[in-house]
């Protein structure tokens, strides 16, 4: 497998926790999904989003409205519940702002699905935004592994496909969205120190 040709999409709303610490486990993150929504007659409509979008978004959000030196990342790891998917600073790697929190997969009972060897795992975490402290959907994550031959990782992809979670209406959106959207993480994000 190319790991560099893999893409990975999403749709994402912002979830509340502004950061300034470069972390580890940061992976590119391209994103591609559809939202249904109801246009002023009450029809329901779609169209596309994208990490230019996503970003506008969030810039529009916070009142800076500018998205210069920002990109999406998807973070192992990223706290203490679990992986998110971040806005973060595309020269230093500092956490802007935490849009998923991708949580609770393994809790109360659920459990994850390990491959024997060990280079894959399923599981299905719930979907996580700053508009809810409930879940407003859910995820299916499959992580592959790669091993150097004395069995040390040496290389992680995250696939998330049937992602579909709610965006409530806020100062950007008058209406409910339904986002149905997939996404792949493959490259880990590289900065100068």
């Not at 509340?16 to 591609?32: C, D, E, F, K």
């Not at 996503?54 to 706290?79: E, Q, R, V």
């Not at 997969?105 to 024997?116: H, N």
Request: charged share 10%; net charge positive.
């Amino acid at each position: 497998m190319n790991m560099n040709r893999l893409l990975l999409t999403t749709c994402a709303t912002p979830v509340a926790r502004p950061i300034n610490t470069q972390p580890p486990g940061l992976y590119h993150l391209s994103s591609r999904a559809s939202p249904s929504t109801t246009d002023p007659p009450g029809r329901i409509v779609s169209k596309p989003i994208n990490n230019g979008t996503l970003l506008k978004d969030f810039a529009a959000l916070h009142n800076s409205g500018k998205t210069s030196g920002l990109a999406l990342a998807y973070h192992i790891g990223g706290n203490e519940l679990g992986d998110t998917i971040d806005v973060i600073n595309s020269t230093n790697g500092a956490v802007v702002y935490s849009l998923f929190g991708l949580y609770f997969g393994e809790s109360f009972g659920r459990m994850e699905l390990p491959s024997a060897s060990g280079r894959q795992i399923k599981r299905i975490e719930y979907v996580y935004t700053d508009q809810n402290s409930h879940s407003l959907g859910s995820v299916l994550l499959t992580t592959y592994f790669w091993f150097d031959s004395n069995g040390n990782t040496n290389a992680t992809a995250v696939l998330g496909s049937n992602m579909e979670y709610l965006v409530l209406p806020n100062t950007l959106h008058t209406n409910t969205q339904v986002c149905t959207a997939s996404f792949r993480a493959i490259q880990p994000w590289k900065f100068a120190h």
